[in-house]
Nanobody, 119 residues
Framework: QVQLVESGGGSVQAAGSLKLSCAGSGYDFSRCRMAWYRQAPGKERELVSFIASDGTTNYVDSAKGRFTISRDGAKNTLYLQMNSLKPEDTAVYSC?????????????WGQGTQVTVSS
């Protein structure tokens, strides 16, 4: 069974930090693009960052300079280091893996982890 399981979410004050993890199992994700999405109440799901199999990264403008995406192929795990957090970062964060260019979405998704940033 293919699974992606997020961890590391929680509550933090503004300007604090959190590191999210996404542990994959049942599949080798080393050749797949992997990504972090977030969704806040009343807002559409938003791509926060992705990392390609060659290490190329992308960040939404609001995260640039504050968030860092990385991956550990040996552990089949994706990470998101979040620094200088703002209340606007509050959302459910989900990881995704293996972009499907035909379906135009990712093949695999985690259940999400809540991040709450208080002012």
């Amino acid at each position: 069974q293919v699974q992606l399981v997020e961890s590391g979410g929680g509550s933090v004050q503004a300007a604090g930090s959190l590191k999210l993890s996404c542990a994959g199992s049942g599949y080798d994700f080393s050749r797949c693009r992997m990504a972090w999405y977030r969704q806040a109440p009343g807002k559409e799901r938003e791509l926060v960052s992705f990392i390609a199999s060659d290490g190329t990264t992308n960040y939404v403008d609001s995260a640039k300079g504050r968030f860092t995406i990385s991956r550990d192929g040996a552990k089949n795990t994706l990470y998101l280091q979040m620094n200088s957090l703002k209340p606007e970062d509050t959302a459910v964060y989900s990881c995704a893996a293996c972009y499907n260019f035909i379906a135009q979405t990712y093949n695999y998704w985690g259940q999400g982890t809540q991040v709450t940033v208080s002012s």
